[in-house]
């Protein structure tokens, strides 16, 4: 069964930092193929993409808000996903979700959240000010 598994979330304080993860399982997940994303929903808020790296880990994108603090990663031999968020505000409070695009090697990035088929949990980021 195809799984995505979010985890590095917690408390921490303004200026401080964490690292998300996200272990994809399943045997045709084929996680090297697909782009990934991390987005996160606030309370009252819509979700939105934060960060998208494509099957191509050189293509990048990042929400203005989040441009030079965070950064997004890939491990395809550990199947896994990475978000070093530095820097980090009280406005950065939100679930943080990870996604799967649902159609393989795409070219463009996309941060529709239609695109996305497999999600995540979610793990909780508070940032206190």
Do not use: H
């Amino acid at each position: 069964q195809e799984e995505l598994v979010e985890s590095g979330g917690g408390l921490v304080q303004a200026g401080g930092s964490l690292k998300l993860s996200c272990a994809a399982s399943g045997r045709t997940f084929f996680f090297s193929r697909y782009g990934m994303a991390w987005f996160r929903q606030a309370p009252g808020k819509e979700r939105e993409a934060v960060a998208a790296i494509g099957w191509i880990p050189s293509n990048t994108y990042y929400t203005d808000s989040v441009k030079g603090r965070f950064t997004i990663s890939r491990d395809n031999a550990k199947n896994t996903l990475y978000l070093q968020m530095n820097s980090l505000k009280p406005e950065d409070t939100a679930v943080y979700y990870c996604a799967r695009d649902d159609r393989s090697t795409r070219v463009e990035l996309t941060t529709s959240r239609d695109d996305y088929y497999y999600w995540g949990q979610g793990t909780q980021v508070t940032v206190s000010s």
